[in-house]
């Protein structure tokens, strides 16, 4: 495991737990499902670094049956988790959007991603091997969808005079940002090969500066709103 792995996964926990002292100090509901979110992102990409063990040769019978197993690749835990974090977006601005209309939007998007990725997973028999085509490509529609929603709603109203204090804000925009801009890049996955060392390179050192952003935005967002969601402040402010 490089250092730019092991700096996600930092930067993952710390967000996690920004997130979480947020919601215990502010209880504020609409946040929980980003925080739960946060924590399941956490497990996951701890669990899927048994990928990096599975490069080494080591004699146990246990080592040696996941290696011969279905389970060889980390692909399925990623796919389990692609559908939570659709869902749990959903869940998450569902709770902030009030619109009946646009929480219908929501409620279809949700259901016809799962519906697609559960029909493709039993007719091609790839869940343990590969994911959902234009995986990324589908999960940035999702978010710009949901994003743009919540924009909608907080433009037409007189929050938008206060938006520096709310952590949806931040959440909204870090999640925007970082899927239009890495997006791109997995386009161009097709050249990641070892021969292509000057593509690896800009990849690792993009994806690095992404996740940081990314990453620092939802922890600030979190921090920095707390002062504002007072128990005197609790009731003005979303």
Request: hydrophobic share 55%; with cysteine.
């Amino acid at each position: 495991m490089n250092f730019n792995v092991f700096l996600f996964h930092i930067l993952e926990l710390i967000a996690a737990v920004a997130g979480s002292i947020y919601y215990i100090k502010t209880r504020d509901y609409k946040i929980k499902p980003f925080v739960w979110y946060l924590w399941i992102m956490v497990i996951v990409e701890t669990i899927g670094m048994y990928g990096y063990i599975l490069q080494y040769n080591f004699d146990n019978e246990i080592f040696i049956w996941i290696k011969n197993s279905v389970f060889c690749y980390n692909s399925w835990l990623y796919n389990l988790f692609n559908l939570a974090t659709i869902f749990l977006f959903g869940v998450f601005y569902n709770k902030l959007i009030k619109s009946k209309i646009d929480k219908n939007i929501i409620k279809l998007i949700i259901i016809l991603y799962v519906i697609f990725s559960v029909l493709y997973f039993v007719f091609s028999g790839g869940f343990f091997i590969k994911s959902i085509p234009y995986d990324f490509l589908l999960s940035t529609f999702v978010v710009f969808v949901f994003v743009m929603l919540y924009y909608k709603q907080l433009l037409n109203s007189e929050k938008i005079l206060f938006f520096y204090k709310s952590p949806y804000f931040y959440i909204s925009s870090g999640l925007l940002l970082w899927f239009l801009c890495v997006t791109p890049l997995f386009i161009f996955d097709a050249y990641f090969y070892e021969i292509n060392q000057s593509f690896i390179e800009f990849r690792s050192l993009y994806l690095l500066i992404a996740n940081i952003f990314l990453y620092v935005c939802f922890t600030f967002g979190f921090l920095y709103t707390i002062q504002y969601k007072k128990p005197s402040a609790t009731k003005r402010l979303p």
